[in-house]
Nanobody, 126 residues
């Protein structure tokens, strides 16, 4: 089992950059596929980015491709989301999620993740 804590959210102007961090506690972090999702009030939680647990591969939502980058540091039990060229429509609560041995083909599916953080708010002003 793993516990996830996000940090790094805040207020940023459009066009700016920010890095979100997700700290994981627990064992066998290197066996967890990790994802970032986001949610705005009244809408479903949506996939943003994910990184696999083996031979790390990444996957991105079309809306963030080329602007966001996900990475992981297994030695530190950390996952990061680098965000650039931020837009007002990126405003949301961002959640870190993890699941052990999750297949790459399923990494974009919200319901496939067992463990979730509490979320961190990102607000992008125009």
């Amino acid at each position: 089992q793993v516990q996830l804590v996000e940090s790094g959210g805040g207020l940023v102007q459009a066009g700016g950059s920010l890095r979100l961090s997700c700290a994981a506690s627990g064992r066998a972090f290197d066996t967890y596929a990790m994802g970032w999702f986001r949610q705005v009030p009244g809408k479903e939680r949506e996939f943003v980015a994910a990184i696999s647990w083996s031979s790390p591969k990444t996957r991105y939502a079309d809306s963030v491709k080329g602007r966001f980058s996900i990475s992981r540091d297994n030695a530190k039990n950390m996952v990061y989301l680098e965000m650039h060229s931020l837009k007002p429509e990126d405003t949301a609560v961002y959640y870190c999620a993890g699941d052990p041995y999750l297949e790459e083909r399923d990494m974009h599916i919200t319901t496939m993740y067992t463990f979730w953080g509490q979320g961190t708010q990102l607000t992008v002003s125009s």
